[in-house]
């Protein structure tokens, strides 16, 4: 299969990484990560954590056509302020909860401080939104756990012909 040229938005949602206050170290790790991968970053933004400012910048970028997959990372705790997946329950159109389900899972190996992860992940139109924790750490190790489907949801999203291809069951 050939590989695809994904377009990604990563938006990284703390009160102190917004008002400088704190350097985001998540963003920029993620940022490296995908363009190892040879995809393009073509949104990147800090915001608070602030439900309606987070609500508009998802559903900019999903109905701009500029990105694929949009990354949230902070803001899925149990803090009075992580509001990350409530706010992307309120403009996705349908839920993608495996992705979710696998990062947790894969993350409880490595601590169960992972059972606590409030993520989501979802489509808006034909953009896949996926919610990533806020420790850099952590982002990147979710981020290699969705990793090998990403090209392959984007392809489903966006109507590729040969996208099913992969789901013919041979015996």
Known sequence: MEQKNLRIGILTISDRSSQGRREDLSGPALHELLKSQGWQVNEVEVVPDEMQMIKDRIVRWSDSNQVDIILT????????RDITPEATLDVIEREAPGIAEAMRAESLKITPHAMMSRARA?????????????????????????????????ELLSGDPGAEQGHIYKE
């Open 122 to 154: 979802g489509i808006r139109g034909r953009t896949l939104i996926i919610n990533l924790p806020g420790s850099p750490r952590a982002a990147m190790e979710n981020l290699n756990v969705i990793l090998p489907i990403m090209e392959h949801a984007v």
């Open 73 to 80: 990372t902070g803001g899925t705790g149990f803090s009075s």
